[in-house]
């Protein structure tokens, strides 16, 4: 009976998905650039996305555009976005260490940067985050 009750949710949620999915469609049937990259971003991404954009071309918010960040220069990424002192004086590139490193502690590895979030703690939800920002390309 238990077995059967989780094959059942399951099947449940799975039908929930689909018709989510398909909310996202035009009317053509195709989806939109914004319902692919949503559907693409993982669910730690998540909360980036109060301060940054990741699709190519949108503006800068609170924080800079996050497209492409990976292999840029510290400070220098986001055209027009207004980084902080610290953040332009940083002299390294984007790459997976970094970024781990910068998302565990930001104020850490930027000392004076603008960014207040206080760090994602978990190795697991920063890999995920940044396997993410590597497909944005």
């Known amino acids: 009976m238990t077995k059967a009750l989780v094959v059942l949710g399951a099947l449940a949620l799975l039908t929930a998905c689909g018709?989510?999915?398909?909310?996202?469609?035009t009317a053509s049937g195709a989806t939109t650039p914004a319902a692919e990259i949503a559907s693409a971003r993982p669910v730690e991404f998540q909360p980036c996305?109060?301060?940054?954009?990741?699709?190519?071309g949108d503006p800068n918010r609170l924080g800079p555009n996050l497209?492409?960040?990976?292999?840029a220069r510290a400070?220098?990424?986001a055209a027009g976005f207004n980084y902080s002192p610290a953040m332009k004086e940083a002299n390294f590139a984007w790459d997976r260490a970094?970024?781990?490193?910068?998302?565990?502690m930001?104020?850490?590895?930027?000392?004076?940067?603008?960014?207040v979030y206080p760090g994602q703690k978990d190795p697991t939800k920063r890999k995920i985050?940044?396997?993410?920002?590597?497909t944005l390309h």
Do not use: N, Q, S
């Open 75 to 77: 400070g220098a990424h």
């Open 129 to 134: 985050i940044i396997d993410y920002l590597e």
């Open 49 to 56: 996305t109060v301060c940054h954009t990741d699709k190519k």
């Open 106 to 115: 930001p104020a850490k590895v930027v000392p004076g940067t603008r960014m």
């Open 67 to 71: 497209f492409g960040v990976v292999g």
């Open 98 to 104: 970094k970024l781990d490193a910068y998302l565990e």
């Open 19 to 25: 018709k989510a999915e398909k909310a996202e469609e």
